[in-house]
Structures are given as structure tokens and as C-alpha cells.
């Protein structure tokens, strides 16, 4: 399975789809009730998702709280993937108990949607942590832009981090200054930049225009990456350990500290 799903030109983590249907399936079960109950439970519903997605966020920036330090306006670019689902659910059971302690008509109504959307959600994780082990380190080569060519299958031996990219893709273009700072900063990580589609020339070009220096440039202008890795969008990244085993998959913009939770994997 694929860490996301693309729906035309709109491309979603699994984990945003699980939670949807999650919230889905209990709005429809507490419409239900409230059908044979007479009771409206559906604000306390949204109110407690909404104390649970802003619980997720602060617990994932509290984790990585100095890279945040350094960049106090990406808390609010939720588009990096960065969450702590766990801390989430937590404040989502906690918030709603609370509320529920003076209002008995409201327990079953809220408690019975929370119940299986909770449950739904935590399927879905536990099914994308128990996918099938992915393929190794693919057996490609490409052109660089140096001149030289580089073979994926030799990388082994190093963690590897494949960047599948293309210069019309905005969040590629957002993400590329922080991941070329990140090339330099941590030399015990393989970085491998794959252009994916694009001529030569133009990728030169549009490198200099932006004044990046990257290391290990490839160009794959028949997408043999995008195939390989069965990619859903760009950007991709894709992280391997030293054996050449797929440990991290993201699919989307980066942040410094999203960036540091897939390197983490590595641990």
C-alpha cells in the first residue's frame, strides 16, 4: 500500500483518509442516536475533534519545540505532516469527559460515535504499520547532473534519503533550500535529489536561478522512480536504512522538523 492516495490531481496521507472516515462513521452513528434519542450530540462531536487535531499539532511541536524555535511560523504549515495522534486522542477523551460530567443525557450519544471513530482510526493505523515489508533499494541508475552516474542497489552500507521532485511541483520547490541544508548538515545520510521528467538543461538552470548547491542530482526523465517506488505525488521521500530496507515514506512538503521525525525512523 501506497502512504497515500491520489484522487486526480489531489494527493492524501492515508492517515488524513482513515481519520475522515473515522469522523465520518461516528457523525453517522450519533446522527442515529439522535434520531431515536432526541438528543444532538454532533457540537460536542466537532468541538472534541477540534481540541484533538489542536492537541496533535502542539504535542508534535513540543517534540521538536527548538527547530520550531528557529522557524516559529511553520507551526502553522499543518501541511508538513507534522501530528502526534497518540497525544490527540488523549485530549479528545479528556476534553469530552469533562464535558460530559454534568450532562448524563449526552454520555451515550457522545460516547458510542467517539468509541468507534477512536477505534476506526486506530485500525487503520495499526494496518498501515503492519504493511507487508517493502522492496530494497531498487536496482536504477541515472545521469547526474555533474556528470557522473549513480546506482541506487551500490548506495547500500549508508541510510539513504531519495527526494522524488520536479521544479513545477510548488511544495518541491518550497521544501529544496531546507533539504540542501540538510545535505550538508548530516554527511552520515546519503541525500540523492531525482528529477523526475524534466530536461537536463532546465534542471540546471533552475538550480542556479535559485542558487542551490545539491549533491547527487539525478535526472530520470522517464520517471523510472515514480514507477519503481509507485509513488502518489510530489514531492516524495523516501528513507532507507544502511541494509537498503524502505523505513519511512512521505509523500508532500517537508518541514525542518517533519524532516527530523522521518530521519528519527533511523533509530
Known amino acids: 500500500?501506497?502512504?497515500?492516495?491520489?484522487?486526480?490531481?489531489?494527493?492524501?496521507?492515508?492517515?488524513?483518509?482513515?481519520?475522515?472516515?473515522?469522523?465520518?462513521?461516528?457523525?453517522?452513528?450519533?446522527?442515529?442516536?439522535?434520531?431515536r434519542r432526541q438528543v444532538d450530540a454532533g457540537p460536542l462531536l466537532w468541538r472534541s475533534l477540534i481540541v484533538a487535531l489542536v492537541f496533535a499539532r502542539l504535542g508534535f511541536v513540543y517534540q521538536y519545540k527548538e527547530l520550531y524555535v528557529a522557524?516559529?511560523?511553520?507551526?502553522?504549515?499543518?501541511?508538513?505532516?507534522?501530528?502526534?495522534?497518540?497525544?490527540?486522542?488523549?485530549?479528545?477523551?479528556?476534553?469530552?469527559?469533562?464535558?460530559?460530567?454534568?450532562?448524563?443525557?449526552?454520555?451515550?450519544?457522545?460516547?458510542?460515535?467517539?468509541?468507534?471513530?477512536?477505534?476506526?482510526?486506530?485500525?487503520?493505523?495499526?494496518?498501515?504499520?503492519?504493511?507487508?515489508?517493502a522492496q530494497?533499494?531498487?536496482?536504477?541508475?541515472?545521469?547526474?547532473?555533474?556528470?557522473?552516474?549513480?546506482?541506487?542497489?551500490?548506495?547500500?552500507?549508508?541510510?539513504?534519503?531519495?527526494?522524488?521532485?520536479?521544479?513545477?511541483?510548488?511544495?518541491?520547490?518550497?521544501?529544496?533550500?531546507?533539504?540542501?541544508?540538510?545535505q550538508r548538515a548530516r554527511p552520515e545520510v546519503q541525500f540523492v535529489f531525482i528529477n523526475q521528467g524534466e530536461d537536463p538543461a532546465l534542471v540546471a538552470m533552475w538550480l542556479a536561478a535559485q542558487r542551490l548547491t545539491l549533491n547527487h542530482v539525478a535526472i530520470d526523465e522517464r520517471r523510472q522512480a515514480s514507477a519503481a517506488f509507485k509513488q502518489a505525488g510530489y514531492p516524495t521521500t523516501l528513507l532507507f536504512d544502511g541494509t537498503g530496507r524502505l523505513v519511512a515514506k512521505r509523500t508532500g512538503e517537508l518541514s525542518p522538523p517533519a524532516l527530523e521525525a522521518l530521519l528519527g525512523r533511523l533509530r
Open 1 to 35: 500500500m501506497n502512504d497515500a492516495v491520489a484522487l486526480g490531481p489531489l494527493v492524501l496521507p492515508w492517515t488524513f483518509v482513515h481519520l475522515c472516515l473515522s469522523v465520518a462513521a461516528s457523525l453517522a452513528v450519533a446522527g442515529f442516536i439522535a434520531r
Open 71 to 133: 522557524h516559529p511560523l511553520s507551526v502553522f504549515n499543518v501541511r508538513d505532516g507534522g501530528w502526534s495522534p497518540e497525544v490527540g486522542i488523549i485530549a479528545l477523551w479528556m476534553f469530552a469527559t469533562f464535558r460530559l460530567r454534568n450532562t448524563p443525557a449526552l454520555r451515550l450519544p457522545v460516547s458510542v460515535p467517539l468509541a468507534l471513530g477512536t477505534a476506526l482510526f486506530i485500525a487503520g493505523q495499526i494496518q498501515l504499520a503492519m504493511r507487508p515489508a
Open 136 to 182: 530494497p533499494l531498487p536496482d536504477l541508475a541515472f545521469e547526474q547532473l555533474d556528470g557522473g552516474r549513480i546506482e541506487l542497489a551500490a548506495l547500500r552500507g549508508k541510510p539513504v534519503l531519495i527526494n522524488l521532485w520536479a521544479t513545477w511541483c510548488g511544495p518541491c520547490v518550497r521544501e529544496m533550500p531546507m533539504l540542501s541544508d540538510a
